[in-house]
């Protein structure tokens, strides 16, 4: 089993629409949690950085982590074309050289 | 700009001839990481580096090597490249103590025929 689930979609929305993403996980033991959005012919790029369980919300972008269920999303309100990009889930249980990340979902957003 | 610089950006070599993809970065990280990034498997870590002259194995270090002589630097050697190690590659590099995450580079797409 995967110590971090994703689903790879692709995901595709129309312009405006709330776009909800996903990871499970299996190891308790995490605590830090993040996201990348990579675009095509680039690197990850940190989007979204969570510690521990709660939301937390930077503009259009929530991310929640529910430690409970082990499971994490991130929200994307008012989606727009520019936000299409595979979106990478990442966590660590505290040990900065360890981070698992998530196989990314790729989210297409049509105008 | 604060960044991790790979090269080169695309490489097509031959079965067993060695090659050497650079990275370097300019924001005084002390660590620095590969990974490969293959469909359906995500991100995987080859080696990673808390400091000069410190590296260790991550999760599929068989078929390469590192150094890490300059802080800046960390170059992945590939000494006798096989068909199974085409991938795309990134290098990524953070502070030490943080789970912040990492900057990563664009990437190294190599193909081995």
């Known amino acids: 089993q995967k110590e971090v689930e994703q689903d790879p979609g692709p995901l595709s929305v129309p312009e405006g629409a709330i776009v909800s993403l996903n990871c499970t996980y299996s190891n308790s033991a995490f605590q830090y949690f993040m996201w990348y959005r990579q675009y095509s012919r680039k690197g990850p790029e940190l989007l979204m950085y969570?510690?521990?369980?709660g939301n937390k919300e930077d503009g259009r972008f929530t991310a929640q982590v529910d430690k409970s269920s082990k499971y994490i999303s991130l929200f994307i309100r008012d989606s727009q074309p520019s936000d299409s990009a595979t979106y990478l889930c990442a966590m660590s249980a505290g040990d900065f050289n360890k981070f698992y990340f998530g196989s990314g979902t790729k989210l297409n957003v049509k105008p | 700009e604060a960044q991790v610089t790979q090269n080169p950006r695309y490489l097509i070599t031959v079965t067993g001839k060695k090659l050497t993809v650079t990275c370097s970065q300019n924001m005084n990280h002390e660590y620095m990481s590969w990974y490969r990034q293959d469909p359906g498997l995500g991100l995987r870590q080859i080696y990673y580096s808390m400091n000069v002259e410190v590296t260790d194995k991550g999760d599929v270090p068989e078929g390469y090597k590192v150094s890490r002589k300059e802080k800046r630097n960390f170059p992945l050697i590939l000494e006798s490249p096989s068909p199974n190690q085409t991938s795309l590659y990134f290098c990524a590099s953070s502070t030490t103590g943080t789970a912040y995450g990492y900057t990563f580079g664009s990437g190294t797409r190599l193909t081995v025929v």
């Open positions: 969570t510690y521990s369980s």
